[in-house]
């Protein structure tokens, strides 16, 4: 059992804990709840004892693994499937101990170490990183590529196979769908309802917790409560404690009312006195219940636009690439007001681009774009919280972006977007990427759009803004295209599914949970199949680069060679007296040979950087 005992902790001046309860079972999956700040996080901390409490205990069975997603990891040369494999320490221990004991010649050791290696499994270790690796969203060819190459996003998928791959009785995972397509996490949740350890998972994505938890720990109040359930359960149980402690409160409040009337009329009357002074000290000791403060902290609106063309814009035979080569091809798609579209598909298949060319970012390969004379379009994407002037705070950004507004407007809308007192005022550099994420969104009203292109614009925002962002797209009256792993929120405000894949856009005609269905019934045949084919892939970019790679290590050897021919024919001319000493003719045939060396020199190092250049771009092509 894994079990808190009142715990307390401070961080900041500011208190996160006191009194903190909660006892879990083994094999329970826990969704750790509460609004950004609440200290979920932190808690994590406190599990891997990194932070220590100030107060209470925290205790785990013994001999219990524990395995977590890093949040952050330094950049390592280490190859993507050789980095997911280290998360299986034990098994990178053995093998360490079975090469020493194979150079020591030692066979008792070795057949020892090989017993020890099939018990970790270790001759299946290499398809099961490959099988995570695949689910989500890694292709063969990206396994022999360094972890450093890749970008931010997809490092935070790289942790997250580590993670999994390493063997654990506790598993905490910090928002491990924030950077995760739709596919990739519907393979996590049949992955993590496999999984038989304890789970803790702090996430913001509803239909991923109700699909993997039955047990919701919700942080309040600098305490926790622990609710059986999933997390619509969870939901629906509190609400039920928030009514039964509303009207607690009400009733309390009435009997508090009644006392008070009573003391205030008899307390100067000799015969009611005692009652009077009784009713007092019951009002003293009565316990006060808190009134119910149940509603968001979140009003935001999308105004619909006075005016809007019919239809907004169409794509007509469009070709949508980079650089002329087209990653979709033949799209023909109209989008009218008030259309409702979700975009699906697998990391890879096209979804950015197909939104880049919606929006004007990526001019077509071929055909064309027709767009109405009212059809503005919103864009939101990851990359734009980086537009932000981080020296700006949110109330200057929206003067700037809303010249000649008065200021209790300003503050006003912005306090709709969570953006209220001090943080109004913080420059950008220091808001949490939730934050951001929340100003980009409500600069992009400003101007009324009548399409709204909205790319991933859940990541990092807690379930209150969520679930008032579904509310505002509701209610609006234009267009929507949206990408989306969140399926509650697609679920919500979408009734067209547009496929990306194999090159092209299609209806899909059945609903989300049909989508899911079809994608989760299809992932275990293809993990099968990547499996069977992850080494072949492997090794036939292997044998493509082969000729290249040939080259280049004859190019290094004739480098070293003809380096140190050169440094021997330089030495005497390098030595004052020697050099003084050597004949004439000698001195010339010294000089000639050093400049024939050094161009040589010159030429095979231009051929090396030719050939090493060629083998990193077929390396990118792969990837």
Same mark, same amino acid.
């Given at each position: ?11 900041? #001046? ?9 006892? @879990? ?82 066979? @008792? ?106 047990? !919701? ?28 402690? &509303?009207?607690?409160?009400?009733? &309390? ?82 989008? @009218? ?59 200057? &950004? ?73 509310? %505002? ?54 993990? %099968? ?33 003809? !380096? ?41 190092? %231009? ?10 771009? #077929? ?5």
């Amino acid at each position: 059992m894994l079990k808190l005992t009142d715990i307390a902790l401070q961080r900041g #001046g500011r208190t996160l804990f006191d009194g903190l309860e909660c006892s @879990l079972h083994a094999g329970n999956k826990c969704a750790i709840v509460g609004r950004n700040g609440i200290g979920k996080s932190t808690l994590f901390g406190l599990l891997l004892g990194s932070l220590q409490p100030e107060r209470g205990s925290i205790s785990l069975p013994a001999g219990w693994r524990v395995s977590h997603m890093a949040q952050h990891v330094d950049a390592t040369d280490r190859p993507a499937l050789e980095f997911v494999l280290d998360g299986h320490e034990e098994l990178r221990a053995v093998e360490a101990a079975l090469r020493v004991a194979e150079a020591e010649d030692d066979p @008792l050791r070795v057949a020892h170490l090989h017993g020890r290696f099939a018990d970790l499994d270790g001759y299946s270790a290499s398809a099961q990183a490959a099988a995570i690796l695949h689910g989500l969203g890694f292709a063969s060819t990206d396994f022999e590529r360094p972890y450093a190459h890749f970008s931010g996003g997809w490092r935070i998928r790289l942790n997250l196979a580590q993670a999994l791959m390493r063997p654990a009785d506790l598993l905490l995972l910090d928002e491990p769908t924030n950077h995760l397509d739709l596919d990739a996490t519907l393979w996590l949740e049949s992955w993590l309802k496999r999984f038989v350890g304890t789970l803790l998972v702090i996430a913001h994505d509803r239909a991923f917790l109700d699909e993997v938890t039955d047990h !919701t720990l919700h942080l309040s109040d600098e305490s926790g409560t622990l609710y059986r359930g999933n997390y619509s359960s969870f939901e629906r149980q509190r609400a039920e404690a928030l009514l039964l402690r &509303q009207a607690a409160f009400d009733r &309390q409040q009435l009997a508090r009312r009644h006392m008070e009337a009573f003391v205030a009329r008899f307390r100067a009357k000799a015969s009611k006195a005692r009652q009077a002074q009784s009713r007092l000290k019951a009002l003293e000791r009565m316990e006060e219940v808190a009134p119910v403060y149940a509603d968001s902290p979140y009003q935001v609106r999308f105004p619909t636009p006075a005016r809007m063309s019919s239809p907004l814009l169409n794509f007509d035979q469009v070709d949508a690439g980079y650089d002329a080569v087209p990653v979709l091809s033949g799209i023909n798609r109209g989008i @009218l007001p008030g259309a409702r579209i979700g975009v699906l598909g697998a990391n890879g298949a096209g979804k950015s681009t197909l939104l880049k060319t919606l929006v004007g970012a990526l001019q077509p390969c071929a055909g064309a774009i027709v767009r109405g004379a009212n059809a503005e379009i919103g864009y939101f994407a990851q990359h734009q919280l980086e537009t932000l002037d981080p020296a700006l705070t949110a109330f200057e &950004q929206l003067q700037e972006a809303r010249p000649g507004a008065r200021e209790q407007w300003c503050r006003d809308y912005l306090g709709g977007w969570g953006f209220s007192g001090d943080l109004a005022e913080r420059p950008c550099a220091v808001l949490s990427g939730g934050e951001k994420a929340r100003l980009a969104l409500a600069l992009l009203t400003l101007n009324e759009p009548a399409v709204l292109v909205l790319d991933e614009p859940t990541n990092h925002l807690d379930l209150d803004m969520r679930e008032a962002l579904a509310l %505002a797209l509701q209610d609006f009256g234009g267009a929507l295209v949206l990408v989306s792993h969140d399926r509650s929120l697609l679920a919500r405000v979408v009734d067209e599914l547009w496929v990306v894949q194999d090159g092209r856009v299609a209806s899909f005609e059945g609903d989300l949970s049909s989508y899911a269905t079809t994608r989760i019934a299809a992932a275990p045949r293809a993990a %099968a199949h990547d499996r069977r084919t992850a080494r072949q892939d492997g090794a036939a970019a292997r044998q493509r680069e082969k000729p290249l790679r040939d080259r280049v290590r004859r190019l290094e050897d004739e480098l070293e060679r003809v !380096t140190a021919k050169l440094t021997e024919v330089e030495r005497p001319l390098a030595d004052v007296d020697v050099y003084n000493a050597l004949a004439p003719a000698e001195l010339d045939r010294l000089l000639a040979e050093s400049g024939r060396l050094r161009k040589r020199l010159e030429a095979i190092e %231009a051929e090396w950087f030719e050939a090493q250049e060629a083998l990193e771009a #077929g390396s990118r092509s792969d990837a």
